[in-house]
């Protein structure tokens, strides 16, 4: 990169001011053609809207001392030629420090310069990440779900949602929030409330729980809309296009928030499924005698071992443990097989 092109670089302010959404749309403009100019840029922004994405490492700014934080930045970073522009937001790059657990994000600049950049957070495997949109909504997603959004919400608030997700909206009746499910067969209108949703694949399900306030769901394929009530749950099976709507519990629906796994005679098989799921390895039953029956018993914060152990005891199954390796399977291997 040229010297003119660090010269090019807007200041921490106005960065800051971009992913705000405080800025007039000419210099909106500006800084979209800056970062649209070069790959680098792109990678510059999209660590800018790590930081001021994320409420609680934005209410913490002020308690962080940026010239000694920026030193431990710099000497991980000694020697590279991206020293010399993260020097020009010292104040932002500070508090880059220990972010770098709480997902996986990219930028991608939209060519239009009218239109926003979209920003995606991809929480890991076995992690939930949490988040704050650009317009002070919370997010929770959980273990490898991702979400897409502008990172300017004044004009639009659409975002996609891929996997499970906790919703706290902030009300806005003037821009009313949306989320679209998955490739869209789903989508849930929103003026201000809490709702949990899910798009599990392996069932061709899409999942909304309302927590409380009020959603609309708008189902494409059916050319319908359906209100929820507090505590109602909708099940849209996209393999038929069936929907049916249920009365729930709320503190079950968010049984994963708190990492819990609630089972209240599960199916012993889903009891499986939900264990792959939660701890993020393969189960493989030798046996498919021990998925008969069900299975009763509530584990929070439990590790993997002592769920298994518990659920051997009550149960005609055993188990063994293969750790995942580099050149034969990329998640540990649970073997399940009979009692004898």
Do not use: C
């Not at 930081?51 to 001392?65: F, S, V």
């Amino acid at each position: 990169m040229s010297k003119d092109q660090y010269n090019e670089i807007p200041d921490a302010s106005t960065l800051v001011g971009y992913l705000a959404g405080t800025l007039t749309a000419e210099e909106k403009q500006l800084v979209e053609k800056w970062a649209n100019s070069s790959a680098f840029n792109q990678q510059l922004l999209q660590r800018m809207a790590f930081i001021y994405n994320a409420r609680l490492i934005q209410q913490k700014l002020k308690y962080t001392d940026p010239h000694t934080a920026f030193n431990h930045l710099e000497q991980r970073m000694r020697g590279r030629r991206r020293l010399r522009i993260i020097k020009r937001v010292s104040i932002a790059a500070a508090i880059l420090i220990g972010l770098f657990g709480l997902g996986t994000l990219f930028i991608t600049p939209n060519p239009k310069a009218t239109s926003p950049t979209l920003v995606t957070v991809s929480a890991q495997n076995h992690a939930q990440t949490k988040l704050a949109l650009p317009d002070g909504s919370q997010v929770f997603l959980s273990a490898g779900s991702s979400i897409s959004y502008p990172a300017s919400m004044d004009q639009k608030r659409q975002v996609t949602l891929h996997g499970k997700g906790y919703f706290s909206i902030v009300p806005n009746a003037k821009t009313p929030f949306q989320v679209k499910v998955g490739d869209g067969s789903m989508y849930i209108n929103v003026l201000g409330t809490a709702f949990s949703v899910e798009e599990n694949r392996e069932s061709q399900t899409l999942q909304a729980t309302l927590i409380s306030g009020s959603i609309e769901l708008t189902f494409p394929e059916k050319k319908i809309k359906k209100r929820l009530k507090p505590a109602e749950k909708a099940i849209y099976t996209t393999k038929d296009n069936n929907l049916s709507v249920t009365t729930v519990n709320t503190d079950r629906a968010l049984d994963w928030l708190h990492n819990r796994l609630v089972f209240r005679k599960t199916p012993m098989k889903e009891v499986l499924n939900r264990i792959s799921t939660f701890y993020d390895v393969d189960i493989d039953v030798a046996d498919r005698s021990v998925e008969q029956g069900t299975f009763t018993g509530t584990f929070e914060n439990k590790p993997l071992q002592q769920v298994l152990d518990y659920i051997t005891l009550a149960s005609k199954m055993t188990y063994s443990f293969e750790h995942a390796t580099p050149t034969t399977r990329t998640k540990p291997l649970i073997k399940i097989t009979k009692q004898r």
